[in-house]
């Protein structure tokens, strides 16, 4: 698979093919955050239209000190704000939301049930690409905000710094962001792998 | 959960599951950090449950794109044809 720095490059140099092979790699995830800020897919899609035309219009512009993927989601929000949406930068957190449900644990805070491990199946390809539809399901059923925190930091590999800053949050704020997400999203592979009676 | 905390030095499962992220992201301070890891070394519900977020942050990053449809493609070769034909320098 040909990098994010070549494709750039090839797209500096005006080749067709190279932004769509780019689109088709960050369509998808550009929409799901771009829908955290906006209220309708059809706005979505506008400020991702937007984005892109960002993009083809600042490539020689973009110098490389962040990383093509961080330099994108950051027009992206920008993006998305100028759109006139929620203000982002005060983000409330619900601390009281438990990561395992409290029937999971006995009265002495000890697991009620043991946890069997799951390491051996994923390693397995195929298993892990079985999972992939209901975690995107469980990703999208996140509330926005820590939908955008995983997006970002577990689907597309972003730096926690890059992150932060991309969204204007602290790294507390990431970080319990971040728990809360992948806390409900174990916790839905849990279930599948129970309601395929492995 | 505190009054657990302060009563006794050992940490039990259910304030384990809640350190988890902050114990991957490394963000847990030393001392917090190391009674993390004592119960893990007795616990193996706990370890589990460790492993279990790895592979759910690891499934995720492996999530592979959905593919453009050959309409959007089209579309997005149009545009990018348009945007290149009026020019750089369009402010962001």
């Known amino acids: 698979m040909e990098s994010d720095v070549e494709l750039l490059a090839r797209l500096r140099d005006g080749d067709e093919q ?44 973009f110098e490389g000190r962040s990383s093509f993927k961080t330099w994108l989601f950051r027009i992206l929000v920008n993006r998305a704000r ?13 601390s009281t939301e438990p990561a395992v449900g409290p029937d999971r644990f006995d009265g002495n ?6 946890l069997s491990p799951w390491e051996s199946d994923v390693d397995d390809r195929l298993v892990a690409a079985s999972w992939g539809p209901a975690l995107r399901a469980a990703i999208d059923g996140l509330p926005g ?32 962001l971040l728990h809360r ?17 492995r | ?52 977020m790895r592979v759910t942050i690891a499934t995720a990053g492996r999530l592979t794109p959905d593919d453009l449809s050959p309409e959007a493609r089209e579309e997005f070769t149009d545009l990018f044809r348009s945007w290149r034909a009026d ?6």
């Open chain 1, 18 to 61: 190279a932004f769509v092979t780019l689109v088709g790699r960050y369509q998808g995830s550009l929409l799901r955050v771009a829908r955290t800020f906006v209220p309708s897919d059809a706005v979505a899609e506008e400020v991702v239209q937007d984005t892109w035309m960002g993009v083809v219009r600042g490539v020689d512009r």
């Open chain 1, 82 to 94: 100028t759109s006139g949406v929620r203000e982002h930068r005060h983000v409330s957190i619900d």
């Open chain 1, 109 to 114: 805070g000890a697991w009620a049930e043991p």
């Open chain 1, 145 to 176: 905000r820590q939908r955008e925190v995983v997006l970002l930091r577990d689907v597309e590999g972003l730096p926690s710094d890059d992150v932060c800053e991309v969204l204007g949050i602290t790294e507390g704020n990431q970080r319990v």
């Open chain 1, 181 to 197: 997400g992948r806390s409900r999203l174990r916790t839905v592979l849990e279930s599948e792998l129970q309601t395929r009676g």
């Open chain 2, 1 to 52: 959960m505190m009054v657990l905390l302060r009563r006794r030095d050992d940490l039990v499962c259910q304030q384990v599951v809640e350190l988890v992220s902050d114990y991957l992201e490394g963000a847990l301070p030393r001392s917090e950090r190391k009674r993390f890891e004592r119960h893990l070394r007795a616990c193996p519900n706990c370890t589990a449950y460790l492993e279990q």
């Open chain 2, 87 to 92: 020019g750089p320098g369009a402010p962001d």
